[in-house]
């Protein structure tokens, strides 16, 4: 069995390579039964890896303890949910968890977009698979998990385990890693997609709308998992360990891509207001082309933003921007105080000079 999943990691990891190639060449070679190829490849990855996941799995809950990593991570008298926790309770499990999770969310993302994206789908392919390869390199040839206790040259079979961390055996820490990984681990959708629309220089329309999926549902398991985690190290650690100390650099580490996360959306949302025309941050660059040629101070105007009737006032009389579109539905006020005017000139003219 451990040879099964040693060779499936194997070929997971020649397959991948293949994907990276052969979608790239095919999009740059204008073959696409080579790039469809690639996709197909995706899939063979994520079943080859599932293989050794499985064996994994299997090990773990049935005792093979003649495998190194199952002997350091399960015995006999543990529950089976601790058993299946084994998985990601080492280092060479957790890695194996993560390439999983990896070419899942890589096999999902190619099978949702086969019919759509095909311009952007190559580069995507490309960058799913290169971070695949990496962790397949540490899977099959760095931490294996499915290295052998051997005496000589003999496998010994040794007849219980050392277990779990003790530490681990909480409930939450059943179901915390896993929903860490797959907040982390689904975060290379929005990524790769980003990559592809700069290879292919494709504005960020569709594509936006496509990824604010992912970026939701890859947050909700991310919260989740660090509130879990929190659970777990007050419940277990108590009000120390995780929080003081050098613990304490790891809470706001975990926390990272949460506060990232609405920065994201929000700038997502924005550029679709921007493309439906309802708000935009930024005047439309048609709208200011004109401007742009009869004068050189209206050039600033893609930088200038426009939050109401008074800011765009402020815009006319400063450059003459007539073009300045009022996407705003509420009346126009009566009328503007000239102070309010005057700040605003000489706060646009301090962002000029900036500029």
Not at 279 to 286: E, N, R
């Given at each position: 069995m451990e040879n099964i999943g040693a060779l499936a990691l194997l070929l997971a990891f020649c397959f991948a390579v293949y994907a990276i190639l052969g979608s790239l060449i095919g999009k740059w070679g204008k073959r696409p039964f080579l790039t469809l190829s690639a996709e197909r490849a995706v899939y063979s990855v994520w079943a080859l890896v599932s293989v050794a996941a499985g064996i994994l799995l299997y090990s773990l809950i049935k005792g093979d303890f003649r495998m190194a990593y199952v002997w350091a991570t399960s015995n006999h008298t543990m529950p089976t949910p601790y058993k299946v926790a084994a998985w990601w309770g080492g280092q060479e499990g957790s890695l194996l968890l993560w390439s999983w999770l990896l070419s899942t969310y890589a096999a999902v993302i190619v099978f949702q977009n086969r019919r759509k994206f095909r311009d952007m789908m190559p580069y995507v392919v490309g960058v799913l698979m290169f971070t695949q390869t990496f962790f397949l390199i540490l899977n099959a040839f760095v931490a294996s998990p499915f290295k052998m206790i051997a005496a000589g040259r003999g496998i010994v079979?040794?007849?219980?385990?050392?277990?779990?961390?003790?530490?681990?055996?909480?409930?939450?820490?059943?179901?915390?890693?896993?929903m860490l990984y797959l907040g982390y681990v689904g975060f290379i959708a929005p990524f790769a997609f980003a990559i592809a629309s700069l290879a292919t220089k494709q504005p960020g329309d569709e594509w936006i709308k496509t990824t604010r999926r992912w970026t939701l549902v890859t947050w909700m398991f991310q919260t989740t998992g660090v509130l879990l985690g929190m659970g777990w190290a007050y419940a277990v650690l108590g009000w120390g360990g995780y929080w003081d100390g050098s613990g304490g650099k790891r809470f706001p580490a975990s926390l990272d891509h949460s506060y990232r996360v609405p920065a994201l959306r929000h700038d997502a949302g924005e550029k679709r207001k921007m493309k439906s025309g309802t708000?935009?941050?930024?005047?439309?660059?048609?709208s200011c082309a004109s401007s742009e040629r009869s004068s050189p101070a209206a050039a600033s105007c893609n930088r200038c933003m426009r939050f109401g009737r008074p800011h765009r006032e402020i815009l006319r009389r400063l450059h003459g921007h007539q073009h300045l579109p009022d996407v705003v539905s509420d009346p126009e006020p009566p009328g503007i105080p000239e102070e309010r005017i005057a700040d605003g000139e000489r706060a646009l003219a301090r962002i000029q000079l900036q500029c």
């Open positions: 079979d040794i007849g219980d385990g050392q277990g779990l961390n003790p530490l681990l055996q909480y409930w939450t820490m059943v179901i915390h890693p896993p708000w935009c941050w930024f005047p439309p660059p048609s």
